[in-house]
């Protein structure tokens, strides 16, 4: 990912950090989907942070799996619904549900 947009998600993620509701997040999780538009030339790149956020793997956008939900609810990128599709997670049944509502997000057009 690059570093303009790995900024854009680090501050976001600090400033939400402590924010308990979705809905007060959503004006500040506006820049990084505002970010995206502006960049179509990053999709490949952002598209590996965003699915890296399921998984939790280094190079993840920080952000985590609600910042996903909300931008999925207006991109809709198949590359990250085929990600949470195939995603298997040990057994966490908080996460599982999350990953299972960021599916229903595409059904929800």
Not at 11 to 30: G, L, M, N
Not at 62 to 69: F, H
Request: include cysteine.
């Amino acid at each position: 990912m690059s570093a303009p947009f790995l900024q854009v998600c680090q501050d976001v993620a600090k400033v939400t950090r402590y924010i308990q509701s979705f809905e007060q997040c959503r004006p500040h999780w506006q820049r990084v989907l505002d970010y995206i538009h502006s960049h179509p030339e990053e999709r490949p790149s952002i598209v590996l942070a965003l699915t890296r956020i399921l998984t939790e793997e280094d190079g993840a956008a920080p952000g985590g799996l609600y910042l996903l939900q909300f931008l999925m609810e207006s991109l809709r990128w198949p590359e990250v619904k085929h990600a949470a599709e195939n995603f298997t997670h040990d057994g966490n049944g908080w996460y599982d549900a999350e990953v299972r509502h960021l599916l229903e997000v595409y059904d929800a057009a």
